[in-house]
C-alpha cells in the first residue's frame, strides 16, 4: 500500500502526516505536489492541514482549483481512500468532495488546543478499528472550522450515518461548551456518501504519540492501513 | 470594462465577524444599528474589447465558480 500526501504552498502539518505514515503505520509515502496530477501509484492521499495559499479568498478555495484536486475528484471517483485534516477539510469542502462549509469560529478566535471528539460511527474505513462513542483527545488549530451546511444537507448527513467525529467533553457529552468553534450540531467531521472520504478539523496526525499529549489520533492511522491491507 | 461582484453571505448564515463589528460600533455610541454583515468586494478589469454581454457572461461565472462559494454566499455583479 503506499500514500501519498498532497503539499500546497502553505501546507504546514504535510511532514506531520508523512511522519505518522512513514514511522507508525510503516507503509511506503511520497509527497505530492499540488501541479502533479497522477495518483496512480496510490491506495490513500492525505490532505493536510495549513494555510493553503495563504487561505486568500476562503480557506481552502484556491486549494481546490489546484491541477491535483481534479486529480484527487477522479481519485475519489475510482474509490480511493482521502483524508482531509483542517484545512485538507475545508480544501474538500471547497471542492464539493464533502457538503457543508466551514467558516469563521463563533468565537472569531484562532483556537490551538486539544478537544474531547466522541466517534460517532466506526462504519468508516477511517475508524472501524474505534469504538462508537470513544472520546478521543486531539489538538485542534483553526480559525475556520464551524461547519455550517443546509437542513437538507444536515438531515442527509444524519440518516446517512455520515458524522464521523463530534466535539464533547471528557465525559463524551455535547453540549454547548464543548463546542469550540459553533459547529452546527457539534459537527468536527463528516465522510462522503461512499464513505471513502472522510474530512475533520482535529488533526490525529499530530496526536500519535505520547510525548505529544495523546496518542488517540493513531487510531484512525491504524484503520486506515487494515482497510487498504484488506482490500488489496 | 470594469466588472464589480458583490459577494454576501446567504440570509441565515451566522456573521460572527458582522456580529463582532456591530457590537463595536454600539460601544462607539452608534445607536440604531440593528445588524451588520460583512461580505467582500471585487473589481475586475476586463479588456475593452469585450463586448457587455460577452463581459457580463465572464464575471458572472467568475462570481459563481470562485469567487462566492454556492453553500454559504451569495453574489451579485455589476458591469460598466
Not at chain 1, 483542517?86 to 483556537?111: D, T, V
Not at chain 1, 466522541?118 to 477511517?126: G, K, L
Amino acid at each position: 500500500m503506499k500514500f501519498g500526501v498532497i503539499v500546497f504552498p502553505g501546507s504546514n502539518c504535510d511532514h506531520d502526516a508523512y511522519h505518522v505514515i512513514s514511522k507508525h503505520v510503516g507503509q511506503p509515502v511520497d509527497f505530492v505536489w499540488h501541479r502533479e496530477t497522477d495518483l496512480s501509484a496510490y491506495d490513500a492521499v492525505i490532505i493536510p492541514g495549513g494555510f493553503s495559499y495563504g487561505d486568500y479568498l476562503r480557506a481552502g478555495a484556491l486549494a481546490s482549483f489546484s491541477p491535483v484536486m481534479a486529480s484527487v475528484k477522479e481519485f475519489a471517483g475510482r474509490g480511493g481512500f482521502v483524508l482531509g485534516i483542517c484545512n485538507g477539510f475545508q480544501i474538500l469542502c471547497e471542492s464539493g468532495l464533502l457538503p457543508g462549509a466551514l467558516i469563521r469560529n463563533r468565537e472569531l478566535h484562532f483556537i490551538c488546543q486539544h478537544v474531547n471528539v466522541r466517534v460517532e460511527t466506526t462504519e468508516t474505513p477511517f475508524t472501524h478499528e474505534l469504538r462508537a462513542g470513544q472520546v478521543l483527545s486531539l489538538p485542534v488549530a483553526h480559525a475556520e472550522g464551524n461547519y455550517v451546511c443546509d437542513d437538507e444537507t444536515f438531515e442527509e448527513l444524519r440518516s446517512e450515518d455520515r458524522v464521523v467525529f463530534r466535539y464533547c467533553d471528557p465525559a463524551g457529552e455535547s453540549g454547548e461548551p464543548s463546542n469550540i468553534n459553533g459547529s452546527r450540531d457539534h459537527i468536527a467531521g463528516i465522510c462522503s456518501r461512499e464513505r471513502n472520504v472522510l474530512g475533520l478539523m482535529p488533526h490525529p496526525e499530530r496526536a500519535c504519540e505520547d510525548l505529544l499529549g495523546s496518542s488517540d489520533g493513531s487510531g484512525l492511522f491504524r484503520s486506515l492501513a487494515a482497510t487498504l491491507a484488506a482490500v488489496r | 470594462m470594469k466588472a464589480k461582484v458583490y459577494v454576501t453571505l446567504k440570509p441565515g448564515v451566522l456573521d460572527p465577524q458582522g456580529k463582532a463589528i456591530q457590537h463595536s460600533v454600539g460601544l462607539l455610541g452608534y445607536d440604531g444599528v440593528a445588524d451588520v454583515r460583512q461580505g467582500k468586494y471585487f473589481e475586475i478589469a476586463l479588456d475593452a474589447g469585450l463586448d457587455e454581454a460577452r463581459a457580463r457572461e465572464t464575471a458572472e461565472r467568475m462570481a459563481r465558480d470562485v469567487l462566492s462559494n454556492p453553500v454559504i454566499e451569495d453574489y451579485r455583479v455589476e458591469v460598466e
